[in-house]
């Protein structure tokens, strides 16, 4: 099965700290994986992708084939940042469901 | 470009009876998906139609069915409501151009209460 899993339902840290919002995969060949994030009362929305390879809004993500990972990392938290943030496979054209991580809370405190 | 659209944005109903969601992608955009979000299974895949042909679905009752027209405007029914089927009810376009990496673009939703 190809399926991502978020293993923390909530982070809680203070404004200026490190964040690490957790991603794990399982899937065979070479992924293609998303970040997406839904602030309080707006739309999901793309934060970033895999490859892109860019930084949005201060957050990285990269792929770990060794650990399968695509963590989502920002060096310093803001207040801003507090959402909820889905890790998501890409659309398959069928050939698996794809199934988006449970997501993280992630809340920041000031 | 214009976002993509749900209407109706809230709707209540009663148990067994059916609903008909609606969803206008991005103009230009082919792929329309749907998902069940919730707070306890988070987002769930429910199908994904791509130029009028279901090409993916989840793993939802038969209950929950759709259909793509020719202008991509997407609509998912829901018969013989339940009590767990109320949730936010997400549409996303994609303009995938046979790229499934695409981004998908979300809509806002429609919260379906089932009482």
Redesign the interface.
């Known amino acids: 099965a190809q399926r991502v899993t978020q293993p923390e339902k909530l982070l809680s840290v203070f404004k200026g700290a490190p964040v690490e919002l957790k991603c794990n995969y399982s899937y065979s060949g070479s992924p ?1 994986l ?1 970040w ?1 994030v839904q602030y309080s009362r707006q ?4 934060l970033l ?1 895999h ?1 892109s390879r860019e930084s949005i809004k201060g957050f990285t993500a990269d792929l770990n084939k060794g650990e399968t990972s695509f963590h989502l990392k920002k060096p310093f938290a803001q207040e801003e940042d507090s959402a909820m943030y ?1 890790c ?1 496979p ?5 050939s698996y ?7 993280t809370s992630l809340i920041v405190h000031p | 470009k214009a ?1 993509v659209t749900q209407t109706p944005r809230y709707l209540i109903k009663t148990r067994g009876q059916q609903v008909t969601l609606s969803c206008s992608p991005i103009s230009g955009h082919r ?1 329309v ?1 749907w ?1 069940q979000q919730t707070p306890g ?5 429910l199908f ?1 139609y791509f130029s009028e042909t279901q ?5 939802f009752p038969g209950r929950f069915s759709g259909r793509q027209f020719s202008n991509s405007r997407s609509e998912m029914n829901v018969s013989t409501l339940e009590l767990g089927d109320s949730a936010l009810y ?1 549409c ?1 376009s ?1 303009s ?1 151009r046979g790229n ?10 429609t919260r379906l209460t089932v009482t």
């Open positions: 293609e998303f997406y739309r999901l929305q793309l992708r490859i889905y998501a890409p659309l398959s054209g069928g469901i794809p199934t988006f991580g449970r997501g | 976002g792929s998906s998902y299974q988070g987002l769930q895949f994904e090409r993916n679905k989840g793993n997400l996303a994609s995938d499934p990496w695409a981004e998908q673009y979300f809509g806002p939703g």
